[in-house]
């Protein structure tokens, strides 16, 4: 394992590289088409990185997170169009979805009436983004879900094999 940076205020690809107990080197093998040089300058932002950086970053560090990363914080795209997940326990994750559900079961019926005609009048446009709202959240937990799982191959957790054989067994 090589030696952890000195610095205090770390790019989270810097971060990320040492958490995975890799020198700059060993990282700069295990990516293939990035020099440590190059590295150097992704993770102290003399560089941007490119998606194609990031998804090997990604997948060499086993930190799925970081595509999600990248598209919050540097895609000018993704600044405006992609919510930011966070990292969070499995339990934490079914939680949170099992409560918006509930929340959203009971606003059902309001949607419909809401959405019934076409047209969101003014006095329905409250409960309108409220329920927007909710469903924003379950798409929150889902995207949170996928990364959980992502990480949980990535650190040997689930076999990812196993995983697609029963994705296609349940998907018909």
Known sequence: M???S???NKSIYLQCRE???LTRFEASEKLGYISESRLEKLETGKTPAQPEDITAMAE???RPDLCNY???HECAIGRDHVPEVKLKGLSQIVLGMLASLNTLDKEKERLIEITADEVIDEDELTDFVYIQEQLEKIQLTVESLKLWIN???ASGGIDKE???EVRKKISG
């Open 60 to 62: 060499a560090y086993g």
């Open 19 to 21: 958490d995975a107990g």
């Open 70 to 72: 990248y598209c919050v």
């Open 2 to 4: 090589g030696r952890k």
């Open 162 to 164: 196993k995983l697609e």
């Open 151 to 153: 990480r949980t191959i």
């Open 6 to 8: 000195g610095k205090t």
